[in-house]
């Protein structure tokens, strides 16, 4: 999760700052990940791996959310992004999670309730009159990233998955820059906030990922993603000079209890796993 809230923080510093443009951040992004994830799994291996796993809406669904994300963080303030992401995939992973059998106890529940209401605490001030179009894409982002995580229970391998979901996004997003070359907007600061972004804390980030997903139950996973908007925001003030008040404070205490609640809370066996 902290990997995840570093994404925010990079994205918004090189974003914000207008370091580089969002097609070049999300295409510096999924190519250092890329390359990153050839040289730890081995490149032989590494090319390997869109044979062996053959799940090319996985590595459209990170597209997706990566390039959504990317556009979407252009317009929105920190708080409303991480609200609209987050409540996005919520809504998303539960949904499939209900769908296909899962259910939860009535205090994982509550604990839900608890996580999402420190949400809304936390970005309440960003609440009015949301930009439309940036809104529409991080809601985007957001339902990718939900079905991206659901899909990645059934990997067999979360190092060979990851690196064949980002050798299959990385053209495309090549493609997404071409396209929009007259926005092209380079500096060394941002092309190397991008690298960090897609080598460390979305390539090996998202490896670990893949891997904690085999022993979460869907709503486990979406539950404890609730902890991102909490980290990104002290991250934020750690790093980006914000203010820490009353607000980071509780809502911060909300989400993390209520998740540490939804969690604890004895999970009855699923009639039917989410399949990938």
């Not at 992401?85 to 259910?103: H, N, P």
């Not at 980006?240 to 066996?269: C, D, F, H, N, Y």
Request: hydrophobic residues 60%; contains cysteine; positive net charge.
């Amino acid at each position: 999760m902290t990997a995840f809230a570093a994404n925010s923080i990079l994205c918004r510093l090189a974003l914000r700052s207008g370091a580089i443009d969002p097609a070049s951040f999300t295409t510096a992004r999924m190519l250092s990940g890329a390359a990153l994830l050839l040289v730890v799994a081995g490149v032989r291996h590494a090319w390997l791996a869109p044979r062996l796993e053959r799940r090319g809406l996985n590595a459209a669904m990170l597209f997706v959310y990566a390039a959504a994300f990317s556009f979407a963080y252009v317009g929105l303030s920190a708080g409303l992004g991480a609200l609209v992401l987050f409540g996005s995939v919520q809504v998303t992973m539960m949904a499939m999670a209900l769908f296909s059998g899962e259910r939860l106890p009535a205090w994982s529940w509550v604990g839900f309730v608890v996580s999402i209401a420190g949400l809304l605490v936390l970005t309440s001030p960003g609440l009015s009159a949301p930009p439309l179009w940036e809104t529409g894409l991080m809601a985007m982002a957001g339902a990718a990233w939900g079905v991206y995580s659901i899909l990645g229970r059934g990997n067999t391998s979360a190092l060979l998955s990851t690196a064949s979901n980002f050798q299959f996004a990385a053209p495309v997003a090549v493609v997404v820059s071409l396209l929009a070359w007259r926005e092209l907007h380079l500096t060394t600061i941002g092309v190397l906030l991008a690298v960090i972004s897609g080598a460390v804390t979305s390539g090996l980030g998202y490896v670990i990922w893949y891997a904690a997903l085999r022993g979460l139950s869907a709503t486990s996973a979406a539950l404890v993603q609730l902890t991102v908007p909490a980290i990104a925001a002290l991250g934020g003030a750690l790093l980006l000079t914000e203010s820490i008040g009353w607000r980071l404070l509780a809502s911060g205490a909300m989400i993390l209890g209520g998740v540490a609640l939804a969690l604890a809370a004895k999970q009855p066996r699923s009639a039917t796993r989410a399949q990938a």
